[in-house]
Structures are given as structure tokens and as C-alpha cells.
């Protein structure tokens, strides 16, 4: 019989040598201790955001590089396609949330580790909840849900008089994302490294087809599809926006694909491939998973306890033909709008709530709706739920100076919805608010937004 605790012993002991034993690749703030280990089990907590073919590997690696306190949230049911490269999940799974199915087989598997689900959309959790995380590790396959991740971390970040981060409120993030047999890893530090949307030009833009195509001479799979999203949907449903995380919708876009397709004679719809194109959704590969969630996991342990330095900042992955990894330094962009010291609005004392966030949406740099604001972890308005709307409903009618304390200036957090691309996406942004003709404000505050 083997003794459990022997078995949990050894099961570190590669994990004890490195975070024992000092080097020359070390991190600058690394003492090496047998102890570090149980603070990384104890006092840092590592939340997953995806628990699909890329989150299913990080909640596995995490927990065998000696993270204890993980959670992860995911909004998706498992689905049949997903077995081929999802190792977590079974046959009998098929239905059930993937981030209580995956955070049970971790469990299972590996003693010690706790791991709380989250079945919901990301965009359904509060700040608070992003606030309580040492590390956030990205598996996700959209660019939506990687931009709002990214400005949820960026929207904890201050920085000094200077323009300097203030280093206790940068939210690191790791994130991983894999195409086919091509992948990569990135550190994220909002304010030292760039963020997601300093290099959203990595990603290249989504196809897009010619409305005349769709309409009148549709010869793809992808082209009835896209009817069914792009067209289809605006005549039938009037003003209702579309949802491509609500599966009701979802399945609609599917029943009238299919329709196109059989009147044109176009094989090869699927609900799946509807889902790929109407979400860019790209193909993955286990192996690539595997690889780049190995990286991925081996930077979270860096970043929380310094045994090496950290990655600088950006590691693609090719295994098309042969193997090909290289590492990128990218620059960040000092007046970015997400991990920057914040988009500067001037305003007059009288300016009410109301109408600061009218304002927002016709800011050329914002164009933001349906916004939620918030002050010093303060809520000023709440569009929801609906119990925090009505009790900060009062406060519109106010001036944004009185409720801001009559401060000169502030960082004001604002949620909502921007257009990007056609498109309406949730986003958070960070303000820099100030106010006219108030003491304290000085000229060159006015020019440099400090």
C-alpha cells in the first residue's frame, strides 16, 4: 500500500528544487525557500477564464506545477465535438457545463487542489470578482472575450502623479491562444507590458463577405450562414439585437442557414460550422493545447513567485512544418485607451451624472452606451441588476462634482457597450476626470491630463 502523504511528497520534488534553489535566470525579488511552495498553495489564487480545449489543459497544469486555490468560468455546455481534443470530458458529460465538469475531473484526479466552477458569461461577474485574483490565465478563443478580460484587469490599474503604475495594482494576466498547429503565450503586466489592445493588430481582421453575395449568389456553406446572422436576422426581428452567446439565437441563425442552403444546393452546414463562422471560432489541435498551455502554466508560476524570469512578452509557437517557437518583445503603447493613465475629459462643475455619460457617447475615443460608473470602488450608477440600478438611479440627476467628493480630478471606471468593427462589444475604461475652474488644477494638469 502506498502512503499518500509519501506519494504527495515526492509529487513536489521537482516543484522544491526549483523554488529552493537560487540561480542566474532568477527573478529580481526571488529568495528561494522550501516555503515558497506552501505560499503558492495557500495565498494565491489563479482564476481560468475558458474551460474549453486550451482551459481544460492550463486547470490540469496549474494544478500539477503547485497551485491550490483555482476557479474557472466558462458559459458553454460540453457538446460531442468537443471530446476529440477536451480530454476532461466524457460521452456521458455531453450537456453539462464545462467548468463543473472540468474543475470535478481536476479534482478527482490530483489531491488537495481546489477548483470553483463558474457557469455564466464573463461579462455576468462584477469587478469585485476579477479583483480577487493574484493571476488571471486566458484560454478563450474569441477576440471579444479576450478585449473585455483585458479591460477588466487594466481597469484596477493606478498610477502615480508620474505616470508611473503603481505596482501593487497591476493584474497580471497570462494569456494562450492556438490555431490549428500554430499557437502562442503572453505575459500581460497593464502599465508595464503591452496589453491586448496595444497589439490588436496581431490579429488579422475577420473575413468579411460582400452583402451582394450573400444575398443574391451564395456559393459556400459560410455564405448561408452568414445570410442567416448578417440579413436574415435584421428582417425578422426588427430592432433585437443579436446574441451569439445566447444559444436560442444561436439555433435560429442554424435553421435558416440550412434553408439557404438547400434552396441553393450548398452542402455542409452544421450547427458547429455555424458557430465557427457567426463567433470566429478557429479549429484546435490537442497537441498545440497541450504546448502552449504548458508555457502558459510555467509563466503563472514565474509571475507568483519569481523562481525565473518572466517571459519578454510574447512567445509564437509553429508546428506546421517541423517545430518553430521564437520570442517577441513587443512595445507598448503609452497612450493606449485600456492599460494607458486613462481617456481625459474635461468637464464643467455643474455637469450631471446624466449627462456624463451622454457625453461617453459621443466621446470619438469612447462612443460608449449603457454605462455604469463607478468612483473609488464606489457604484454611481449601476445599469444592473436591477436592484442597483434603482439604488443609484437618484444620482443622475446630480453632478458627477458632488458625487466624485469635489476632488479637482479623478479616475472614474466606466462599463459599457462601444462599437467596434460593426460591432457592439462590453468593455470597461479607465477616465480621467477634470473639472474646470477648480483650485488644485493647474495649467500644465489641463495639457498633460496628469
Same mark, same amino acid.
Given at each position: 500500500?502506498?502512503?499518500?502523504?509519501?506519494?504527495?511528497?515526492?509529487?513536489?520534488?521537482?516543484?522544491?528544487?526549483?523554488?529552493?534553489?537560487?540561480?542566474?535566470?532568477?527573478?529580481?525579488?526571488?529568495?528561494?525557500?522550501?516555503?515558497?511552495?506552501?505560499?503558492?498553495?495557500?495565498?494565491?489564487?489563479?482564476?481560468?477564464?475558458?474551460?474549453?480545449?486550451?482551459?481544460?489543459?492550463?486547470?490540469?497544469?496549474?494544478?500539477?506545477?503547485?497551485?491550490?486555490?483555482?476557479?474557472?468560468?466558462?458559459?458553454?455546455?460540453?457538446?460531442?465535438?468537443?471530446?476529440?481534443?477536451?480530454?476532461?470530458?466524457?460521452?456521458?458529460?455531453?450537456?453539462?457545463?464545462?467548468?463543473?465538469?472540468?474543475?470535478?475531473?481536476?479534482?478527482?484526479?490530483?489531491?488537495?487542489?481546489?477548483?470553483?466552477?463558474?457557469?455564466?458569461?464573463?461579462?455576468?461577474?462584477?469587478?469585485?470578482?476579477?479583483?480577487?485574483?493574484?493571476?488571471?490565465?486566458?484560454?478563450?478563443?474569441?477576440?471579444?472575450?479576450?478585449?473585455?478580460?483585458?479591460?477588466?484587469?487594466?481597469?484596477?490599474?493606478?498610477?502615480?502623479?508620474?505616470?508611473?503604475?503603481?505596482?501593487?495594482?497591476?493584474?497580471?494576466?497570462?494569456?494562450?491562444?492556438?490555431?490549428?498547429?500554430?499557437?502562442?503565450?503572453?505575459?500581460?503586466?497593464?502599465?508595464?507590458?503591452?496589453?491586448?489592445?496595444?497589439?490588436?493588430?496581431?490579429?488579422?481582421?475577420?473575413?468579411?463577405?460582400?452583402?451582394?453575395?450573400?444575398?443574391?449568389?451564395?456559393?459556400?456553406?459560410?455564405?448561408?450562414?452568414?445570410?442567416?446572422?448578417?440579413?436574415?436576422?435584421?428582417?425578422?426581428?426588427?430592432?433585437?439585437?443579436?446574441?451569439?452567446?445566447?444559444?436560442?439565437?444561436?439555433?435560429?441563425?442554424?435553421?435558416?442557414?440550412?434553408?439557404?442552403?438547400?434552396?441553393?444546393?450548398?452542402?455542409?452546414?452544421?450547427?458547429?460550422?455555424?458557430?465557427?463562422?457567426?463567433?470566429?471560432?478557429?479549429?484546435?489541435?490537442?497537441?498545440?493545447?497541450?504546448?502552449?498551455?504548458?508555457?502558459?502554466?510555467?509563466?503563472?508560476?514565474?509571475?507568483?513567485?519569481?523562481?525565473?524570469?518572466?517571459?519578454?512578452?510574447?512567445?509564437?509557437?509553429?508546428?506546421?512544418?517541423?517545430?518553430?517557437?521564437?520570442?517577441?518583445?513587443?512595445?507598448?503603447?503609452?497612450?493606449?485607451?485600456?492599460?494607458? *493613465?486613462? /481617456? =481625459?475629459? %474635461?468637464?464643467?462643475? @455643474?455637469?450631471?451624472?446624466?449627462?456624463?455619460?451622454? &457625453?461617453? +457617447?459621443?466621446? $470619438?475615443?469612447?462612443?460608449?452606451?449603457?454605462?455604469?460608473?463607478?468612483?473609488?470602488?464606489?457604484?454611481?450608477?449601476?445599469?444592473? *441588476?436591477? /436592484? =442597483?440600478? %434603482?439604488?443609484?438611479? @437618484?444620482?443622475?440627476?446630480?453632478?458627477?462634482?458632488? &458625487?466624485? +467628493?469635489?476632488? $479637482?480630478?479623478?479616475?472614474?471606471?466606466?462599463?459599457?457597450?462601444?462599437?467596434?468593427?460593426?460591432?457592439?462589444?462590453?468593455?470597461?475604461?479607465?477616465?480621467?476626470?477634470?473639472?474646470?475652474?477648480?483650485?488644485?488644477?493647474?495649467?500644465?494638469?489641463?495639457?498633460? +491630463?496628469?
Amino acid at each position: 500500500m502506498v502512503d499518500a502523504e509519501a506519494d504527495i511528497s515526492d509529487r513536489w520534488r521537482d516543484l522544491d528544487k526549483l523554488l529552493s534553489r537560487p540561480g542566474n535566470l532568477v527573478g529580481q525579488t526571488f529568495d528561494p525557500s522550501p516555503d515558497l511552495k506552501n505560499d503558492l498553495r495557500q495565498y494565491v489564487k489563479v482564476l481560468v477564464v475558458g474551460a474549453g480545449g486550451l482551459g481544460c489543459e492550463l486547470l490540469k497544469d496549474l494544478a500539477l506545477s503547485g497551485f491550490q486555490n483555482l476557479e474557472v468560468i466558462d458559459m458553454d455546455r460540453i457538446e460531442v465535438t468537443n471530446l476529440n481534443r477536451q480530454f476532461l470530458f466524457r460521452l456521458q458529460d455531453v450537456g453539462k457545463p464545462k467548468a463543473e465538469v472540468a474543475a470535478k475531473r481536476v479534482m478527482e484526479r490530483i489531491s488537495g487542489v481546489n477548483i470553483v466552477p463558474h457557469f455564466g458569461r464573463i461579462q455576468d461577474k462584477d469587478l469585485a470578482f476579477y479583483n480577487e485574483f493574484n493571476i488571471i490565465a486566458l484560454g478563450l478563443d474569441s477576440i471579444e472575450a479576450r478585449s473585455y478580460i483585458n479591460d477588466v484587469a487594466c481597469s484596477f490599474l493606478e498610477y502615480d502623479s508620474e505616470d508611473n503604475p503603481c505596482e501593487e495594482t497591476i493584474k497580471p494576466m497570462v494569456d494562450g491562444g492556438t490555431e490549428g498547429f500554430k499557437g502562442h503565450a503572453r505575459v500581460i503586466l497593464p502599465g508595464v507590458t503591452p496589453c491586448f489592445e496595444c497589439t490588436i493588430w496581431l490579429f488579422p481582421p475577420q473575413t468579411k463577405f460582400p452583402l451582394c453575395t450573400l444575398a443574391e449568389t451564395p456559393r459556400t456553406a459560410a455564405h448561408c450562414i452568414e445570410y442567416a446572422h448578417l440579413i436574415k436576422w435584421d428582417e425578422v426581428h426588427g430592432g433585437n439585437a443579436f446574441d451569439a452567446d445566447n444559444p436560442d439565437h444561436m439555433q435560429w441563425i442554424y435553421t435558416e442557414a440550412v434553408k439557404r442552403a438547400e434552396l441553393f444546393g450548398i452542402p455542409g452546414v452544421t450547427y458547429t460550422l455555424t458557430q465557427g463562422v457567426v463567433k470566429n471560432i478557429i479549429p484546435a489541435i490537442a497537441s498545440t493545447n497541450a504546448i502552449i498551455s504548458a508555457a502558459c502554466a510555467l509563466e503563472a508560476l514565474k509571475i507568483a513567485t519569481g523562481c525565473s524570469k518572466m517571459l519578454s512578452n510574447y512567445l509564437s509557437y509553429n508546428g506546421v512544418e517541423g517545430l518553430h517557437t521564437k520570442v517577441t518583445e513587443f512595445v507598448r503603447d503609452k497612450d493606449c485607451p485600456v492599460c494607458g *493613465p486613462g /481617456v =481625459l475629459i %474635461e468637464l464643467d462643475t @455643474s455637469i450631471t451624472l446624466q449627462k456624463f455619460m451622454e &457625453l461617453l +457617447g459621443e466621446h $470619438p475615443k469612447l462612443l460608449l452606451s449603457k454605462s455604469s460608473i463607478s468612483y473609488q470602488g464606489e457604484n454611481l450608477y449601476m445599469q444592473a *441588476p436591477p /436592484v =442597483l440600478e %434603482e439604488m443609484t438611479r @437618484s444620482n443622475l440627476t446630480l453632478p458627477l462634482f458632488n &458625487l466624485m +467628493g469635489k476632488v $479637482p480630478k479623478g479616475v472614474v471606471n466606466v462599463s459599457g457597450m462601444a462599437r467596434k468593427d460593426d460591432k457592439k462589444i462590453s468593455c470597461t475604461r479607465k477616465l480621467r476626470v477634470l473639472f474646470k475652474g477648480i483650485d488644485g488644477v493647474t495649467d500644465m494638469d489641463m495639457a498633460s +491630463g496628469a
